[in-house]
């Protein structure tokens, strides 16, 4: 697992087609739960985005704008529009549902005329301490033009929406799924771009090869030393361009990521001792790994996990 592919662990759309029908003007429909990442696309036609706190942002054909929580946002026929705003919530999705059907006041394909517009919607239910290093590297809104990757997604996602067969769902969600990773690289990777350090640093033929190593076996008992020889370079190298790349050195960067891994598991096996979670994470003894969180995470495990729970109540 690569440091990009690694922050999706969990992160799937479960019947998240909010709408599949077609629209016709004025609309205004409202996305009112703030789902942590929202992916909107459209597959004909043309409408515009409207977050809170952002400028409008317009979606043509084959274009996809995701929105970050707890931002709600407006897919509208045009800013100002004069149609009444339809709330999706209660019938669309919900974070922890990760979206349904959504169709109660869309216009049927049959019955729209040339100016009609398809959109598809996607929420995301992210949660845990690695969904939160994805959403600390985006911002409010991004949005990703037609022409790239996702292009083919969106034709794969056309041809399924045209049939009604068993299993369709499941295509769908994983088709979202895929789009989401397409719209996510292309954006890191479009002109001017300023992406996580991390996102760079997976190309380096050094580097890179390091990250995957950490991340493949973060409770593996790394050394710089057995760290560049698996790299296969001497350890003054790596140490210099792991640092020059990510800011950080390579052990700094593993207490970090194994922190990380850690403090979700702290939440979501709470039958676990703690002794359990820093052996899950590469330690031997529980006191070394309390030390270390508490140096990263400001709060000692025990008391993490209270306090998540408390939140959680």
């Not at 809170?52 to 946002?73: K, M, N, Q, W």
């Not at 009604?164 to 719209?183: A, F, H, I, N």
């Not at 003894?285 to 408390?310: I, L, Y």
Request: hydrophobic content about 45%; glycine content about 8%.
């Amino acid at each position: 697992m690569d440091a990009f592919g690694d922050l999706f662990r969990g992160v799937r759309a479960h019947g998240s087609l909010f709408g599949s029908s077609t629209l016709t003007a004025p609309w205004n429909l409202h996305f009112v739960d703030g789902a942590p990442l929202t992916l909107c696309t459209v597959l004909s036609g043309t409408g515009w985005i409207v977050a809170d706190g952002c400028e409008a942002e317009p979606l043509h054909a084959y274009e996809t704008i995701v929105v970050r929580g707890p931002a709600t946002f407006a897919f509208v026929d045009e800013p100002g529009t004069t149609a009444e705003p339809l709330a999706c919530g209660e019938f669309c999705a919900t974070p922890e549902q990760g979206g349904t059907r959504y169709r109660r006041g869309w216009h049927d394909a049959a019955d729209s005329g040339s100016d009609a517009t398809t959109l598809i919607v996607g929420a995301y239910p992210l949660r845990g301490e690695i969904s939160r290093r994805l959403l600390d590297a985006l911002p409010v809104v991004l949005r990703v033009e037609a022409g790239g990757t996702g292009d083919a997604v969106l034709d794969h996602l056309a041809a399924e929406l045209a049939v009604d067969v068993p299993g369709q769902q499941v295509v769908l969600d994983r088709l979202l799924d895929w789009m989401l990773v397409c719209t996510l690289r292309e954006w890191f990777d479009r002109p001017g771009a300023e992406p996580p350090a991390w996102w760079a640093a997976q190309r380096d033929p050094v580097v890179g090869n390091a990250l995957r190593l950490l991340h493949e076996q973060p409770a593996a008992p790394w050394t710089v030393a057995s760290l560049a020889d698996r790299t296969r370079v001497s350890r003054a190298t790596l140490a210099k361009r792991f640092s020059d790349r990510l800011g950080e050195p390579p052990l700094t960067y593993l207490t970090r990521w194994r922190m990380t891994l850690a403090a979700d598991l702290l939440i979501d096996r709470p039958e676990a001792t703690i002794a359990e979670v820093a052996h899950a994470v590469g330690y031997a003894e529980p006191f070394g790994f309390s030390a270390a969180f508490k140096r990263v995470r400001g709060v000692n495990p025990t008391d993490f996990r209270r306090a998540a729970r408390s939140s959680a109540d």
